[in-house]
Each structure stands twice: as C-alpha cells, then as structure tokens.
C-alpha cells in the first residue's frame, strides 16, 4: 500500500470512529428523551384533573402580547380565539409594527376600538408609537398599538412598555392558543415562585379545526411537507424540551407561544432587536443573567400548554424558515460562546449549550462531511458497501420508530384519534422525514451558516391563510 493510500485509509478510519462516536451520542440523547417525554406526557395525563382544579382556583394576571406585521389574514381570528380561553384575567395587547396592509384597520373595526392618548413608561427603548387603541370584548381588554416598523423583538418590547401585569405572554399572530392554555403555562409559576419563564407546546395547526378553543377535527395534514413537519416537532422539539426541562437546561422558550417575569425581562433590556433568534437569545440571557448573579430561577416548560401555529405547507417556506432559524441559532451561540465548557453555569454550559452546539449548529456540517467522506471511501474502495447500507437503514428505522413513538404518545395522551390512512401515512412518512427531509434541511442549514450575514431582526416573509378556528 503507497504511503498515499496508507494516509486516506488511516483518515477514514478516524473519522469513522468520530462519526460512531457522534451517532451514539445523538442516539442516546434521542433515545432518553422520547422515552422521558413519552413517560411523563403518559403521568401528566393521570395527574390532570388534579391539575385542573388546582388552576381553577389560583391564577396571575397575564398581558398577552401579540406582535403583527403585514398579518391581515389572521390577525383579527387569532385575537378571537383569545378571547375564548378559560382564564380568569388577562389583556390583549396587539402591536401593529408598521404594518403596509390592513392588520391595524381589521382588528380596529372587528373589536370597534377607539384612538386614546395615554402615557407610556419607556422601560425599554423602543421605534416611536403613532397612536393607541383600546377597547373591550367579553369583558377583556383589548389593546392596539400602532408603531414605527423595528422588527418583531421591537414590537415585543413595545408590547412589554404597555402592560400592565407582573407576567406577559407572547403569540405570533397566525396562532390559537387552546382553550385551556393559559392554566396550564400559568401553572409551574404557581407550583413554584422562582420561575421567571415557562414555554408552551407548539403544535403545527394544519390539518385541524377549533372551535371556542377546543379541537374539532384532527388528522395528518393532507400535504407532504406539513404531515413531517408533525412528526417532526414531536421527536425533535415536544421530547427534546421535556428532557431538558427536567435539569433546567431549556435554551429555547418558542416566540410563538412563551411567558416570561416583566421585571426580569426588564432587567436584562429586553428583546435584543439586532439578532434573528430573539426568543432563544433572550431565554438564554435570563440563564446567564440569574446564575451570574446567583439570583434562585426556574425556566419551566409546559407540555399541556398548546399552542397551535401554521407550518409552512411548501419546501420554499420552510428552507425559509429554517434558514432564519439556523442564522438565529448561530448568532445566539456565538453571542454566548463563554458558556462552552464553563462549569460555572452548570448544566445550562455542559449539557445544553453542548448539545446545541454540536448535535444543532454543526449537526449540517458534521452530517454533509459524513456523506462526502462515504463518498471518498467508497471511490478508494475503503467501504464495505452492504454493511454501509445495513447500517444505514438500520439507524433509518431507529430515527423513524423514535418520531413514531414521540407522535403516537402524544396523541395517545391527548385523547385525539387518528384513521388508519394516516396511521399508515404516518409510518411511511417518518422513514422519508429521518431521510430524505433531514438531508434537505441539513443543506439548507449548511447554507445558513456560509452564507450569514448580519442583519437587523426583521419580518420574514410567509404566506399566510386563514386560521380554521372560531
């Protein structure tokens, strides 16, 4: 053998020992947190009607905060389904971040608000307000607040200025929250006074239909890119956030459906309007800032508080989306690169920021590498290529029996029922979504990261339909 081919053999070699090293790593944590969520999705509905009347009885004041920009098509159901949820007190506030189609005029005529002047504590910077609308529905009130366009962290903070309650929630716009949504996120900040944020579910809302903020119909999304989307959320984010939870190590707390202390968001300044990744930069900014201070905190995650939200229903959206996700991820982690290794932060620095690092931020480069190297070492002849296939189909079937395990928990516990053609549906589609999606989505993550670019936290374009909620 020429010193050539001695080198490539022994690099290969190498690598394949990292890559067995890596996919045991990921498969044990994969492993651990469907078995963990499942198991504790399974308690939690044993343990729900003594939930439920706990919550009845006990309650905080919320401001819901709902940033809109360019959201005409679903801004006026989505304050709707609102004001249908079983809570005792809260308020509305939409904030109208310059909007050039009719968001502020649909909710202003739906709830017939009316303009006021009033003063607003500037807590936070934020773009300058043009005007204020209030009004009242089922004895709710409602908010509208009219701004210069800053982006979504930028409305946010507007939003924070203009409560009035110790704890604000925030909901994208083309969201519905459950009925019960509110109780159940409310819940750990009554079971526990050092909770300074709590996460909801995010649920992908095509293929369902609510009514007064319970399900009505639920299937499989008809269309390809939803239906594995769904399988995906399970697996990836439902199990992933139950398991991290239990060390108090979740980084991300979605913006689509999260709660969070005023005065502890106060005190760090807010949404940080220069990054693309302002819900999990700000969620790890609150890690950061109460265990550098040695400030007693809990950052809680809600898997009973729903919050259903459309995914994109073409490949276009979601490379959309995941691009923006994957940019704001880097920023986050570069942004907080001092928590790498450093014991002083705990399990927030060894387990979570580890995990994001190399199974999330570099889970596209580390994968897209894997396939070139089985390239190379297939055209050297360095690969037994039927014990490359076993393997592969083996850990084919391992992600798949994991998202369907995840997925049909899930359903199991929230009493919803599936037809045998999306059973079916589902099976085949977890083999195609650990495959096929994840190498889609591991190029376009991979372009995120070559291609970044600074830029301002700005509204990304999505198309957007109706709600099927009322």
């Known amino acids: 053998m020429s010193p050539a081919a001695a080198f490539v053999q022994g690099f290969l070699w190498a690598v394949g020992v990292f890559f067995v090293i890596y ?35 006990c309650f905080v004041p919320i401001s819901i905060i709902v940033p ?4 005409g098509v679903t801004v006026a159901s989505s304050v709707t389904s609102l004001l249908k949820l079983d809570y005792s007190l809260y308020e509305i506030i939409v ?13 202003i005529e739906e709830f017939l608000l009316e303009r006021m002047e009033r003063p607003v504590q500037l807590r936070i910077k ?147 309007p220069t990054t693309v990744g302002e819900d999990m930069e700000l969620v790890t900014r609150l890690h950061v800032f109460c265990r550098g201070n040695d400030i007693p905190y809990r950052i809680r995650y809600a898997p009973d508080a729903i919050c259903w939200s459309q995914a994109p229903e073409n490949l276009r959206g979601l490379i959309r989306q995941r691009r923006r996700w994957h940019t704001g991820l880097f920023e986050v982690m570069t942004k907080h690169a001092r928590l790498f290794a450093n014991f002083k932060f705990g399990t927030i620095a060894t387990l979570s920021y ?68 999306d059973v079916i549906r589902a099976v085949v589609l977890s083999i195609f979504e650990v495959t096929i999606m994840r190498f889609i989505l591991a190029v376009v993550r991979m372009l995120a990261l070559v291609g970044y670019r600074k830029r301002k936290n700005v509204w990304e374009r999505a198309d957007r339909t109706e709600l099927r909620a009322s």
């Open 23 to 57: 996919l045991i790593g990921y498969a044990t944590f994969l492993f651990l947190s469907v078995t963990v969520g499942s198991t504790l999705l399974n308690q939690r509905k044993h343990e729900a009607r003594y939930r439920s009347h706990i919550a009845k009885d």
């Open 68 to 71: 809109a920009h360019n959201e």
């Open 95 to 107: 904030v109208d971040d310059g909007s050039t189609d009719d968001t502020a005029e649909k909710v």
């Open 126 to 272: 934020t773009q300058p307000i043009n005007s204020i609308w209030v009004g009242e529905a089922n004895g709710i009130p409602i908010t509208l607040v009219s701004k210069e366009n800053g982006g979504k962290s930028d409305a946010l903070n507007t939003g924070i200025n203009i409560s009035k309650y110790p704890y604000f929630i925030c909901i994208d716009a083309d969201s519905a929250l459950q009925r019960d949504s509110l109780r159940e996120i409310v819940a750990p900040v009554i079971e526990d006074d050092t909770v300074v944020a709590v996460g909801g579910l995010i649920r992908p809302a095509n293929g369902i239909t609510l009514k007064d903020g319970r399900i009505q119909t639920y299937s499989l999304p008809h269309k390809l890119i939803p239906a594995m989307q769904v399988l995906e959320y399970d697996r990836s984010f439902l199990s992933a956030r139950i398991l991290l939870d239990q060390f108090n190590g979740n980084l991300i707390i979605s913006g689509a459906f999260g709660m969070f202390r005023k005065d502890m968001v106060v005190a760090i300044g807010g949404y940080d």
């Open 354 to 421: 580890t995990y994001f690092l190399i199974y999330e931020l570099l889970s596209p480069v580390i994968e897209l590498f894997g396939i070139l190297t089985v390239i190379i070492a297939f055209l050297f002849n360095f690969i037994n290529v039927p014990f490359m296939i076993v393997f592969f189909m083996i850990y084919a079937v391992f992600g798949a029996v994991m998202s369907l395990t995840a997925f049909f928990s899930r359903v199991q516990t929230r009493d919803l029922r599936l037809t045998v053609p």
